[in-house]
């Protein structure tokens, strides 16, 4: 199946080069708010956070009033990348410096992790501690908030943080914020949680300054990296059985596959890796030191070299961490299989392709499985994300599920494709405005924000909302609609969702938001092309000449129509049918008595006069009643079908 999404970059190195300071692009940004007690910084895969947080720590140490800096990261395996580091070589006035004594990502009990971080708040000579969310969370219920008074508190993935008062780490936070002076540098690749709860409170996200670097600028100011391809392959029974279809042995490769909660799972995650490694080959043997795994390949007999993260014994899973840590030459590994490791801060930058199994809910998730394969190197001038997805089966009372599933997988890929493009600025189109601005849309009728709230949103947040948008269960339905007006789209469900996600916004704040997420979204799906020195966009299947866009016409295309779109090539007719009665049933209001006595008394003389079935797209009333029974009807057969099948497995 071709790839949804084809990205090229221009290849410019600027993001990798680096200052006389030694700092990076987006480093060097960071930098610049150094000053501020509060910083956020969002930043994609590979882009420097960890480098960027040691300029800060340094900076706060030396220059400012903090005397201790604490590193916390979601589990053991991301510790590596705050190691000792040399800084002075490349212009920075002091090196990143780490006791061994205080570095708690190490094997070992919480118990004696919590003693080490609270004797580090009262060591005089250590400055730096890296420990796990958890660690941080059991040593504050210990010693309370007023231990934390001048420390800089630096959180990577600050996305596991929410404001929700059952979140520990949230509540953590909140207490250190609002009753000691710390400083907290907080870093993410996504501000997008999945589950709908805000990372922050509106108050408290006010107090931080955001450091932004988006996916764009990263990748375009590669030197190798020259395209990035996102792709889907369907897939039906056991995704085993497709697994060969997309697996290239000859790309270096992560491999994730599902939750044994997914209802791609097996169940059995261990006989599923042992699947997988006889479709690749034999396997020969497995070091017992590093815990790599030695396979023959059937095509051709070489021997690769396949590491497991699905293995959760304790000893077993930390050889080949420590093993996967070390490794620097692109032969040290080929192949890794993983579960729920191997995505946030894992650094393999030869991966070539990352391939998923089965959807995953989380913008932030993909974003993060998508940044294993995008870092730079020479082995490389393309990079692949692959997710495995199952098909949805016509005869499967669960067809909901996969058609939800399949949907939301597309939706996520059209998202990253905005992610990954060149960002616009929309202004309002004055009278007599007709000077070109590198980068600027102008539009007729467009509302700019009038609020600082809005344009941080704008500037900071867009994509969240995007997400938060096309993962809502109400718009997914509206996704597929031929027949359901865009404005309807547009002007009725978008802003519902925003003022939702944004309950401090004025009406006319959420019309503003409403409307440059539209426009975004329509003129990044559309095609944008340049004939006789003039720019067009095509919207709807047709190109219009940019200088005459009115917020109006944008209003009038459905700025999701490209997922249906995708969605009718990538499966059969038969198929989309089911699809689109699935999606219809979740929108049809009916009793079961008015269906039966439709089907009963109209539909079945309806097929007889007209050889064929009612039509929902019909502009007959009754005959678009008609159709929908049909809908409800086999809807309600396929429930039934699967309570006798579920039935009959229980006995």
Partial sequence: MPNLVDVAYKQTGTSLSVNKYGMREMQARAFEARNSQYILIKAPPASGKSRALMFLGLDKLYNQSIKKVIVIVPERSIGSSFDTTDLTTHGFFANWDIDPEYNLCTPGGSSSKVSAFISFLDEEFAPILICTHATLRFAFDKIGKDKFENTLLAIDEFHHISASSDNKLGEVLKAIMSGTNAHIIAMTGSYFRGDSVPVLLPEMEAKFTKVNYNYYEQLNGYKNLKTLGIGYHFYQGIYLN?????????????????NVNAGESTQDKYNEVDSILDIIGQVKKQCSETGVIFVKRHSDQKVLKIANLVNDIPQERDKIISYLRLMKNIDDID?????????????????????????????????????????????????????????????????????????????????????????????????????????????????????????????????????????????????????????????????????????????????????????????????????????????????????????????????????????????????????????????????????????????????????????????????????????????????????????????
């Fill in 242 to 258: 497709a697994i060969n279809e997309v697996l290239d042995t000859d790309k270096k490769t992560i491999l994730h596959i599902p």
């Fill in 335 to 651: 192949i890794i299989i993983a579960l729920g490791m191997a995505k946030e801060g894992f650094d393999w930058p030869y991966c070539e392709h990352a391939l998923t199994v089965g959807y995953r809910g989380s913008l932030t998730e993909i974003i993060q499985i998508i940044g294993r394969a995008t870092r730079d190197s020479e082995n490389k001038t393309h990079s692949q994300f692959t997710n495995l997805i199952a098909q949805p089966d016509a005869n499967d009372g669960t067809v909901k599920v996969a058609v939800n599933n399949m949907l939301k997988a597309i939706t996520a890929s059209l998202l990253m494709e905005q992610v990954l493009a060149p960002n616009f600025k929309f202004k309002t189109k004055k009278f007599g405005d007709e000077k070109a601005e590198e980068g600027v849309i102008k539009i007729n009728g467009f509302k700019e924000p009038s609020s600082k709230r809005v344009t941080e949103i704008v500037e900071s947040d867009l994509n969240d909302l995007k997400a938060a948008i096309l993962q809502d269960n109400k718009l997914l339905q509206a996704l597929p609609g031929e027949f359901i007006e865009p404005e309807v789209i547009n002007k009725a469900m978008i802003p519902k969702i925003i003022q939702t996600k944004y309950p401090d916004l004025s009406e006319e704040e959420v019309e503003e938001l409403r409307q440059h997420i539209v426009t975004d979204s329509v003129i990044k799906n559309g095609e944008i092309k340049e004939v006789g020195g003039k720019r067009f966009v095509r919207m709807a299947g047709k190109f219009i000449n940019i200088e005459d866009l009115h917020i109006d016409l944008i209003d009038k295309v459905n700025p999701f129509q490209k997922a249906f779109e995708v969605l009718s090539k990538s499966v059969t007719s038969k198929l989309l049918k089911v699809i689109q009665e699935t999606i219809d049933a979740g929108r049809i209001k009916m009793t079961e008595e008015e269906a039966v006595l439709l089907y009963s008394h109209k539909i079945g003389a309806f097929i007889k006069l007209h050889d064929k079935e009612p039509n929902i797209g019909s502009p007959d009333p009754l005959e678009v009643r008609m159709a929908e029974a049909l809908v409800f009807l086999r809807n309600k057969k396929r429930e039934l079908d699967k309570e006798k099948d579920d039935e009959k497995s229980n006995d």
